[in-house]
């Protein structure tokens, strides 16, 4: 079957040879992959698309992706190429420095957004770790204390410092719990600010399409929004309160060893920390770019298992068919038995040698967890390092105080001997005022967690700041009415209509009930041409069928007019939004019952549908049946009625009719169908256009069989070359 429409004449679905009885239209489907110069202009002739498409094909001598040949190899080489440079270039900005710092703050800026409820725990937090402090002071005294009361056998000493030591140890115990009590409670503040900030960002000018569709900077953005954001503010509220509570013990201990020892004292104490520090600081700046990496492969090996989760059927179908033949390969082998076993002919070590036939998807997860095991070795192993580090400094730290009691007298020979009472509260103050450092050091290890997070989530905040001011993003969209007004309040030679500015992108808002593209060119978000210089006009009531072969932009051109994609020159009148409804190629079913599939994008917050009418609407497809089965489980109580889980076992084809509903229900004035009626059978897909056309609804559509032409006056047909066809559907009766 093949149609060969002749521009000059008017197409009739009788001239289609349709002796094959083959429902599709023939199209040669040879769409050739090409490498595209970013600068690449949109060419307008055929002549030089052509010369462009060879241009193209020129991949530079030095990039290890040029290598020739397509194998399985090659790509598999160039994928491994791109994935390093990517993961390198992200590591080399996620060092531990200023820039991280500024990063930070940035984050913090987020968090004390409404400062009231954050300053207000951090003060308390402040106000209890004082007292913490103070308190703790009377826990050394007792314990001189009772240590006297042993040397003198001073029995009353014994027991009222028994007993202050109850109640001041007690105070002490109480207030830690009270610390960590705010600290979750901060943690809880700060996720819900950061994480609806975040989701603010995320869903405005839908960004969430925009940097999954044309940028790809940011891996895994819900791993991001839940965990990393998780993640973050719990380290940060615990860093935080150590490093609110350190300062206290170390002021406050100063003081103490100051008077109780000498100046000297605080100030050893001082150096030993400073080289804790340094020590600590060497081995954390790697830990920030391995920790970093680490998050991002944990979030694409849970991403493998959720899409394997998605297309499980999917997958187990095609492996069925692959068992299949991996069975009659075997059986028809002679030399099956000699086969070098599976577990040989990898490189990795977790193929089990009893399997005969993995699954892809199975050595994909497996390859990714090994990719993410090794850099866990990593972690591991530098984590090893920064304990070793900040371990050591805080065990030896008392060996430091017990040096500073005894430089006076084995050393200084300033004093003779000291008290058992005074060296137990001396060391007892070096020991606080040491512990107080070692909250810092200890904080280093939470640190490099938290410069992980930082890098992470401040990305998305950046990436999602540039995507939303990007404005090669950005349409301009006017209202018609605006544009008249201004061309009234100025002179004929008003920018507006100008060729300079026809030459630009841009979207009027009509007043009227039509569709006109003037001298539209349009290219994918990677600057790839699609098709160039459409100019047509789709007046209500008359439906256009675009017709072409995969991949040659036929669902580009409905995101184009839906104004979901920018790229494109030349200018679009269409009625606004509210008017138009876009029915993707995969039905998209919501959470929730089947009023609200029927309702969305509304909610049942605002929008109501009577039972009658919504088995009106689903009888008028033959769906009713759903409707009853709907019945039965929610009287059956077995289902959330959050979770419908039902839906997903749903059949494409009964999908594809919910989102026809839906389309029924809303009632637009145009229907951009994207091959939405593909799944239904013909009958059906005839009902679908007939009651369209009686709730006056025009529909533009998108699709490849033929019987579809019956239902449109007009069509619009693209080649592999890339030139575009206006034809009359001529129709016999
Ligand atoms: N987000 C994207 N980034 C880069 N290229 C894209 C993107 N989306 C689509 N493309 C490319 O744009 C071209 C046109 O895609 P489009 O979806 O419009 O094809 P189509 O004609 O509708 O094909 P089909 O009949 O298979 O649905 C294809 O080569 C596709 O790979």
């Not at 491994?80 to 900005?93: D, G, R, T, V």
Request: with cysteine.
């Amino acid at each position: 079957m093949s149609i060969k429409p002749d521009m000059s004449k008017n197409y009739n679905i009788n001239d289609i040879d349709d002796s094959e009885g083959s429902d599709e239209m023939d199209y040669d489907f040879d769409h050739t992959i090409s490498y595209v110069d970013e600068k690449s202009p949109i060419l307008g002739s055929q002549q030089q698309q052509q010369r462009n498409r060879k241009e193209k094909t020129s991949i530079p001598i030095n990039d290890p992706s040029s290598s020739s040949g397509s194998s399985d190899e090659d790509t598999r080489k160039k994928q491994q190429y791109y994935q390093q440079k990517i993961a390198l270039e992200q590591m080399k900005k996620n060092q531990f420095d200023w820039a991280l710092f500024k990063r930070f703050c940035g984050i913090i800026k987020i968090l004390f957004i409404s400062p009231l409820i954050p300053v207000i725990l951090v003060a308390f937090l402040f106000g209890v770790a004082t007292s913490q402090t103070y308190v703790s002071k009377f826990t050394g005294i007792l314990l001189s204390n009772v240590y006297m009361s042993f040397t003198t056998g001073d029995k009353s000493l014994f027991v009222s410092s028994l007993i202050k030591g109850f109640i001041f140890i007690g105070i002490s115990a109480f207030m830690d719990a009270l610390i960590k009590f705010v600290v979750s409670v901060m943690a809880w503040r700060w996720r819900k600010t950061l994480c609806l900030t975040l989701q603010d960002l995320y869903f405005t000018k839908n960004l969430y399409y925009k940097i999954i569709a044309f940028d790809d900077r940011i891996d895994n953005p819900d791993q991001r929004l839940t965990s990393d954001i998780d993640n973050f503010t719990t380290t940060l509220a615990s860093v935080l309160s150590q490093c609110i509570t350190g300062p206290m013990v170390v002021i406050y201990y100063t003081y103490l060893t100051w008077t109780t020892i000498s100046w000297y004292a605080p100030l050893i104490v001082y150096g030993y920390f400073f080289l804790g520090y340094f020590a600590n600081k060497l081995v954390m700046s790697p830990m920030v770019s391995i920790n970093f990496l680490q998050d991002k492969l944990e979030g694409d090996f849970r991403y493998l298992h959720q899409r394997i989760r998605n297309f499980a059927e999917s997958i187990a179908l095609h492996n069925l068919s692959k068992d299949k033949q991996d069975g009659i390969e075997l059986k028809d082998s002679p030399s099956s038995s000699n086969r070098p076993k599976k577990a040989k002919l990898h490189n990795y070590r977790y193929i089990s040698d009893s399997q005969d036939s993995n699954l892809v998807e199975e050595e994909q997860a497996k390859k990714q967890f090994e990719n993410l095991l090794n850099n866990k070795k990593r972690v591991i192993f530098w984590q090893f390092g920064l304990n070793t580090t900040s371990d050591l400094f805080t065990y030896l730290s008392p060996l430091i105080n017990y040096m500073i009691i005894a430089l006076p007298v084995f050393f200084l020979h300033t004093k003779a001997a000291l008290l058992p009472s005074d060296v137990t509260v001396q060391s007892f103050n070096c020991i606080m005022l040491a512990s107080g450092f070692s909250q810092y050091i200890n904080v280093s290890t939470s640190i490099s967690d938290l410069s992980g997070y930082i890098s992470r989530i401040a990305t998305m905040i950046d990436v999602c700041q540039m995507v939303a001011n990007e404005q090669s993003f950005e349409t301009k969209v006017e209202k018609e009415s605006n544009i008249n007004s201004n061309n009234n309040n100025h002179s004929k030679s008003t920018d507006i209509g100008t060729p300079s500015e026809k030459s630009n992108s841009s979207i009027v808002l009509n007043q009227g009930d039509f569709i006109n593209l003037d001298d539209i060119s349009y290219f994918t978000p990677r600057k790839h041409p699609l098709l160039s210089n459409i100019t047509l006009t789709i007046k209500k009531g008359e439906n256009l069928l675009i017709m072409g072969p995969s991949g040659s932009g036929k669902s580009s051109l409905i995101r184009v007019i839906n104004g979901l994609w920018p790229f494109f020159h030349g200018s679009i009148s269409k009625p606004q939004n509210d008017y138009l409804f876009f029915l993707p190629q995969q039905p998209y079913l919501i959470f929730g019952s089947l009023e609200e599939q029927v309702l969305y994008p509304y909610s049942k917050k605002t929008h109501r549908i009577s039972r009658p009418d919504l088995r009106l609407l689903f009888s008028r497809l033959d769906l009713g049946y759903l409707l009853d089965r709907e019945k039965a489980i929610r009287k059956g109580n077995s289902i959330n009625d959050l979770t419908h889980n039902w839906l997903n076992s749903l059949s494409p084809g009964e999908q594809q009719l919910i989102s026809i509903i839906r389309l029924f229900y809303h009632k637009p004035k145009f229907a951009l169908m994207d091959e939405s009626t593909s799944s239904i059978p013909q009958p059906l897909e005839e009902r679908v256009y007939a009651i369209a056309k009686e709730l006056g609804i025009t529909v533009i559509s998108v699709g490849h069989r033929v019987s579809l032409l019956n239902h449109h006056d007009k069509l619009l047909r693209f080649d592999k070359e890339k030139n575009w066809y206006l034809e009359q559907i001529k129709k016999d009766k």
